[in-house]
């Protein structure tokens, strides 16, 4: 990737410039904008600025243990906002950044408590999103984005402008609009001291490219029945639609879903797999057709569990996904989306 590149603002058209400046100064004066990664959207305050990342705490409706992540506009950044940084962390930033990967570091005196929960350490990701970049660069050098993903707390992360809106309309200053997220789930979490590195959350950057770009094993620092660390993300309830959410295999779903419909409940099927679709012929179901690929899937999951709960549905009975490697950010979330409502 060259320089130019990463500035992101060559990358955009005049009228997106003019929003990302306007952005820009929403935030150089204490507001809140949310704004779009090839992640997740995200929702950004001046990290340097207490107050206004309060004001983040308060629109989530999110804990104020549970730290956000610092968005920074180059690579050469690390170094103010983080310190005795391990040469693991420095190989994986010089590998996968810009792009959907978090890095745990200890942080600088530069970080305000308030951005890491009072804790020592700090999250820093570097997005790999014109928009993201150009409005991290069109700020004051010494300042970066503290941003959680633009949802409430609990609830799915938004990969479209709507979704933002949806959730945040009226509690944001400005909603930047860069289209529908690339990736669509939200980035790989790694910690990294000069001992050990693990994996906090899955997501974007997979396991497996981690440990060929550090050419050692990793460890999975994570469980989906919630342990208690301070990563929101890894409570059970996370990551949820309002719909209550069944996980079934193919085998099942069939059956369940026409006996729902018999009930008369409305629900939806959402399937990856070739699926007789005549199989679920009955008034009362959606049938959803997710990719087989889960990059694709891992786009458009999110979209689909928010229009399930926009048609206002009983339930939505989902395929459970492959026990593959590339599948496991996307069972991760499915996992925790269906503990959220106490299934059977
Ligand atoms: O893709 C993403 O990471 C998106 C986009 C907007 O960048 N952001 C996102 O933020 O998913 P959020 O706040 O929804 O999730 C960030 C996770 C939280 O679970 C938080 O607890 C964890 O990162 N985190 C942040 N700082 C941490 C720290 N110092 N130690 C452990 N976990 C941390
Ligand atoms: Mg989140």
């Known amino acids: 990737m060259t320089v130019k590149a990463q500035s992101g603002i060559d990358q955009l058209d005049q009228a997106q410039r003019n929003r990302v400046y306007a952005a820009a100064a929403i935030l150089n004066n204490g507001g809140i904008v949310a704004f779009p990664t090839e992640t997740v959207y995200g929702l950004g305050a001046d990290a340097t600025n207490p107050a206004a990342v309060q004001k983040i705490y308060a629109i989530k409706q999110r804990p104020a243990s549970h730290p956000l992540i610092l968005h920074i506009g180059s690579i050469a950044h690390l170094e103010h906002w983080s310190r005795d940084i391990p040469e693991t962390a420095w190989m994986l930033a010089e590998r996968f950044w810009p792009g959907p990967l978090t890095l745990i570091l200890q942080k600088s005196r530069y970080v305000p408590d308030c951005v890491t929960g009072g804790q020592d350490t700090v999250g820093i990701r570097m997005p790999a999103h014109a928009t993201a970049l150009a409005l991290l660069n069109a700020m004051h050098p ?7 993903s633009a949802n409430l707390y609990g609830r799915i992360s938004p990969t479209t402008s709507a979704h933002v809106q949806a959730a945040l309309a009226g509690k944001v ?3 930047l609009d860069g289209g529908p997220c ?5 980035s790989t979490i790694v910690r990294a001291d000069h001992q050990t590195v693990s ?3 899955p997501g974007g950057v997979t396991v497996a490219e981690i440990e060929s770009a550090l050419n050692r094993s990793v460890s999975l620092a994570y469980n989906s029945t919630g342990q208690t660390v301070r990563v929101s ?5 996370h990551y ?5 959410l069944k996980l079934r295999t193919k085998a099942e779903i069939g059956q369940q879903a026409l006996d729902l419909a018999r009930q008369h409940f409305q629900i939806a099927v959402v399937t990856w797999s070739a699926f007789d679709p005549l199989s679920l012929n009955a008034p009362g179901i959606r049938h959803i057709v997710m990719p087989s690929d889960p990059i694709e899937y891992g786009k458009q999951l999110y979209a689909a569990l928010h229009q399930c709960d926009r048609i206002g549905l009983d339930f939505i009975l989902m395929e459970t996904p492959p026990q593959k490697p590339a599948w496991l950010a996307i069972a991760d979330r499915l996992q925790r989306a269906s503990r959220a409502h106490h299934e059977t």
């Open 240 to 244: 949820a639609p309002s719909t209550p």
């Open 182 to 186: 690339e990736i669509g789930l939200e």
């Open 142 to 148: 010494e300042k970066a984005i503290a941003a959680p």
């Open 173 to 175: 200053d400005m909603i």
């Open 199 to 201: 994996i906090l959350r």
């Open 233 to 237: 993300g890894s409570l059970p309830a």
